[in-house]
């Protein structure tokens, strides 16, 4: 069952804020990767888990085409989305 509630917007830009929401409490750290078509990793970091995550997207300098964005919490439940950046 997914945990996490679609990310919104999609698609993103450079001066974007990507929100994602949890459908549960997450006690610890949530793992979040950026990766190309490829499945290299272009972006990774962690945020604490709260009801709402938000990654701005300024920050991470990934280049445009498709993402695939993994989120992994701390039991080890991963969830996968599609995000298309556009600039």
């Known amino acids: 069952e997914e945990h996490?509630?679609?990310p919104y917007p999609n698609p993103i830009t450079s001066e974007s804020t990507l929100t994602i929401g949890?459908?549960?409490?997450?006690?610890?750290?949530?793992?979040?990767?950026?990766q190309d078509g490829t499945g290299r990793t272009?972006?990774?970091g962690t945020v604490d888990g709260s009801s709402q995550i938000e990654i701005d997207i300024r920050s991470l300098n990934l280049?445009?085409?498709?993402?695939?964005?993994?989120?992994?919490?701390?039991?080890?439940?991963?969830t996968v989305r599609k995000i298309l950046k556009i600039d």
């Open 63 to 78: 280049s445009p085409g498709m993402k695939i964005l993994r989120v992994v919490s701390p039991d080890g439940k991963t």
């Open 4 to 6: 996490l509630t679609e």
């Open 22 to 34: 949890t459908k549960e409490t997450v006690n610890g750290s949530l793992l979040i990767q950026f």
């Open 42 to 44: 272009e972006w990774q």
